[in-house]
């Protein structure tokens, strides 16, 4: 039986792993198991920062588990632009997420279950964690067919991905975290987690794309809360410890100090965007002006999320060449972000010609660069 | 096993390659050119034999700089290194700063800084090939280079002897 337990009648979380079995109602001497009430991806990222920077887990676990509204997750060495369609997601009001463990890109909605095992580094052990999470799976349906593969991941019926997984080693404390598809919207899953983006050329790391399934497919009785009860009651027998989970606040100072500071630092542009690798842009579009096709070649150079060069070949003189210069110049230092460059476009706008074939070409110039953002 | 087996193989190779940063002391002293190996102090600046950090990190200084990489225990630990994250040119750090990370099959780890000092070069080679950090841990693939602020830092890390000593101790 699942006893949920707020936070606020125990201990401070570290005090109650320090000193075994203080102020915790079950045992929390050799683990602990805690599920987030916030379903803010930057939140619940933080509490993964938090317990990696402040808890030594020597031969203690934590199992943390969490779900968040639609987000996409990039891997800490990843590139959005490789790896997702931003237009869709501004578009739907999808997050976008770096967090800092490696792996490839994920797509998570509340239909979606984050499972994250923390450990010293010396128990680190990704396999042990998929099979607990097999065994609960099965455990609740005998007769599905869920196995995981050398690459971590797991799947459904030999050929679904239902999970991937992610892991971070830190100082004394690792982390391995994984999702788990039980409900989630499949359709966006696939349109967002598809880029539109021509002509990047990176050394980021990529993802491999796989066909995925949700639980719920193969069982529609199955919930979020039923599996992630199964996985506790699991995670419970495994560790000796008592199947209660602890509701955790991630946004709560007073049991995670300094936390929203670590939540603050994911949702920085310097660390979603600024942290891709540096890569490049090389394409060649086709523009549609007064029923001719005119070719523009592009090539841009991006570090740290910034155009660091840039260079746009129109074909001759169908726009002044010092107009073309002006935007090459002005794009050089700004961000790779189609806002900023909008912004730019129009400023730069104001201080031109007033001539409205100008203006128009000059627009339409701007829209196709931005749609390389 | 595998260190000992790096040894007998830098050794025989140090005659072939001068004034690369990275074979072990014994090795110098064949080379005509080679500086004793010096007792820590104001010569430090110049120079210090490989050092190790308990997070499996390795520095070495010549010429008051201080060439940084992983351990060979470290990389087999990590497995194929697909990402190196690294510093830029002129970051400024402490000893025991995150200065990047390595992302390899197993999972991302951070790096930590060995000294206090400034990183002046970056091994760009890792970019295109970050392989280079297992085939090569003490040569090629090397990680930053950074200048050396506080010398005695060094006698606060460990001598290969002590490392080799410090990877049994915890592999039990």
Partial sequence: MVILLSLKNCFQLHYGLKIPAAGFRCSANTGLIIQSVSSDIYQNLAVEDWVHDNMTLEDRHVLFMWRNSPTVVIGRHQNPWQECNLKIMREKNIKLARRRSGGGTVYHDLGNINLTFFTSKKKYERMENLKLVVRALKALRPQFDVRATERYDLLLNGNFKISGTAAKLGRTVAYHHCTLLCNADRFLLSSVLKSPYKGIKSNATPSMPALVKNLFEEDPSLTCEIVMDAIAAEYARCHKIDHCITLINPGDETVFPGINMKTKELQTWDWIYGKTPKFSIRTCFNMVYKQSLLEVKVDIQVKHGRIEACNIDLPEQWLPPAMCSELEKNLTGSKLCPSETAALASTLLRVCPQNYELHSKWSLLCETVMTLM | ?172
């Fill in chain 2, 1 to 172: 096993m595998a260190l000992r087996a790096l040894r007998r193989v830098a050794v025989s190779l140090a005659p072939r390659c001068p004034g690369r940063g990275g074979p072990f002391p014994s090795a110098r002293s064949a080379w005509p050119q080679a500086a004793p190996a010096r007792s820590l102090g104001t010569s430090a600046l110049l120079f210090s034999a490989r050092k190790f950090t308990d997070k499996h990190e390795w520095i070495s200084v010549e010429n008051g700089i201080g060439t940084v990489g992983i351990s060979n225990f470290a990389q087999e630990a990590l497995g194929d290194v697909v990402y190196c994250s690294l510093p830029e040119i002129g970051t400024k750090l402490n000893k025991q700063d995150e200065f990047g990370a390595l992302e390899s099959v197993k999972a991302a780890s951070e790096l930590y800084s060995p000294l206090t000092g400034e990183v002046t070069e970056i091994n760009t080679a890792l970019a295109d090939n970050p392989g280079l950090v297992n085939k090569s841990c003490y040569e090629d693939g090397w990680l930053i280079k950074m200048t050396v602020d506080n010398p005695s830092e060094l006698n606060e890390l460990m001598n290969e002897d002590a490392y080799e000593k410090y990877i049994k101790s915890i592999e039990d």
